[in-house]
């Protein structure tokens, strides 16, 4: 750009620069390919607040709308976490969604790197290719995975190979290897799953603590205040909010009794705008945001007026599958006009892309992320369900042929997002219509990952055992039996008990039993 500038430069000095740039950058991008490839994985981190944030970007802890406060107890449990004499150690951080686990992960992040470490994110999706196998960190390195259950294989494949690490650093002097793991829950599935006898380095372990993942506490009052304050900054009705503090808080408590940090934004956000919080529960809370992003962002597309339907359920997909390509569209979305009912030419697929630019900032041309935060999407998933079933003539059609749709498109994904819905909205109307959807697909022809179907039905089942409803649980444990889910024999084996039959239990523990001699991550002594 530069070099334009220059009179002298004629046009064809121009295209000899412009070829050799091209060759040039070809070069760099094998150079970076090969170095992402087998020498250092990508790590995001994010440091400062990105210009122009619009109402959909401060959803996400990557936009840094508000200053990190509290949770100084877990920073220091961080820092004793790197100073740890072992050359590679893991870490499991546990927390409902909202409580903030993805912001004080990139906290840890920026404090480890203000000490010398290199540190971020790993993106599966960033780092497919990159052989973990040949990794050697040349500086102390804190390395993040988030969502750990959608790609729970890969990343018990990673602990696997960065074990080796451990194993021949002999020298003092090699650096550091650390890896903090994020899920809502790790339950003894995804336990079993990682940590199991190729991999003993787990943090919590070594040090002899019970438990084996921290639960991430909730946030406390002064800190939530702050993040309420900042909001209010610079609004004209900020001394008059600032006047009704107690009332404010008490009014956040009640309606979410955790005290999430994403629920204290989305009720300040709402009280700028003017809104009465009073007598909210955390549903219609995200329902005022829902329909924020719809009137204020989803409804500017070109397409929405004529196209409403369609681009709601490309959103529902997306969500349900955590994200849905091009290609998906091509194969799996628009061969149905049920789901598409207008043509993908040029101009309508820049107007997907423009809806799914508004709707995660994450987007680009190739990938379409759903709604985030989870709880933010998983709200929409029932919503969006109980709104088609208000309309009788789509309902019996479209409701069904979404689900099928998904599970066609990412069965894995699309299993883990009704089991994380679960956590929330599993009394919800809209979480009914799914469960009669599992009970309607469940067979291994019609799901290609059984084994991830399997364990979302005895997820289910474990639901409604914890209620008592023992008969409903064990129809879903009974369809998870028929795809030899060793979970399923296990709850079917206490379900016996409770009913005082011990020859099926004693018949379900020893197949479990059976099952799990054949998984190498599972763990027979659980049995």
Request: hydrophobic share 40%; net charge negative.
């Amino acid at each position: 750009k530069e070099l334009i500038k220059f009179s002298s430069w004629n046009k064809l000095d121009m295209e000899i620069l412009k070829s050799q740039n091209s060759q040039i950058l070809t070069q760099i991008n094998e150079i970076k390919e090969i170095l992402t490839t087998n020498y250092s994985p990508v790590l995001k981190i994010y440091d400062k607040r990105p210009e122009n944030v619009n109402i959909m970007d401060r959803f996400l802890y990557e936009s840094l709308f508000t200053n990190f406060v509290g949770r100084s107890n877990e920073l220091n449990l961080i820092y004793d976490f790197l100073e740890e004499d072992q050359k590679f150690s893991w870490f499991m951080i546990e927390g409902p969604s909202g409580s903030g686990k993805s912001r004080f992960a990139n906290e840890a992040c920026l404090r480890a790197r203000d000490i010398g470490w290199d540190s971020g994110f790993a993106s599966i999706g960033h780092n497919k290719n990159f052989n973990w196998g040949n990794f050697r960190p040349v500086n102390d390195t804190l390395i993040v995975f988030d969502y750990v259950r959608s790609r729970k294989d890969d990343i018990r494949h990673i602990l696997e190979s960065c074990k080796i690490i451990e194993d021949s650093a002999k020298d003092k002097s090699f650096p550091k290897l650390r890896i903090l793991l994020l899920e809502r829950v790790f339950d003894s599935k995804l336990i079993n799953a990682m940590d199991n006898v190729n991999v003993r380095n787990n943090y919590f372990r070594f040090n002899g603590h019970e438990n084996l993942a921290y639960p991430m506490p909730e946030l406390e009052e002064d800190s939530r205040w702050h993040i309420l304050k900042q909001i209010f900054r610079g609004n004209i009705l900020e001394e008059s909010l600032i006047e009704q503090k107690n009332e404010i808080l008490s009014q956040i408590q009640q309606q979410d009794p955790l005290n999430r940090p994403l629920f204290t934004f989305f009720s300040g956000i709402a009280l700028v705008e003017g809104e009465n919080i009073k007598g909210w529960d955390t549903n219609q809370n995200l329902q005022y945001h829902l329909n924020r992003q719809e009137v204020n962002l989803w409804s500017k597309n070109p397409l929405w007026e004529l196209h409403q339907r369609a681009l709601k359920n490309l959103i529902w997909l997306a969500t349900m599958c955590e994200y849905i390509t091009p290609k998906d569209i091509l194969d799996y979305i628009a061969i149905d006009q049920r789901l598409i009912d207008f043509e993908l030419n040029k101009k309508n697929r820049e107007c997907i892309e423009e809806l799914f630019k508004v709707v995660n900032e994450k987007n680009d041309h190739e990938t379409f992320y759903g709604i985030k935060p989870d709880i933010f999407g998983e709200y929409y998933i029932v919503n969006y369900l109980e709104e088609i079933e208000e309309d009788s003539w789509e309902s019996s059609e479209l409701a069904p042929l979404l689900f099928v749709t998904s599970f066609h498109i990412n069965p894995q994904n699309s299993a883990i997002s009704i089991s994380i819905t679960s956590d929330n909205f599993f009394h919800s109307k809209g979480f009914n219509i799914l469960e009669n959807f599992l009970k309607t697909y469940y067979n291994a022809d019609f799901i290609p990952e059984s084994v991830e179907y399997g364990y979302l039905l005895t997820d289910i089942a474990g639901r409604h055992y914890k209620q008592n409803k023992f008969q409903e649980a064990k129809t879903f444990l009974l369809l998870a039996a028929e795809l030899q889910t060793a979970y399923a024999y296990i709850g079917l084996g206490l379900i016996y008990q409770h009913e005082d039959n011990s020859d099926l239990a004693i018949k379900c523990f020893l197949k479990a039993i059976q099952l799990c001699d054949n998984d190498p991550f599972s763990k027979i002594s659980w049995v």
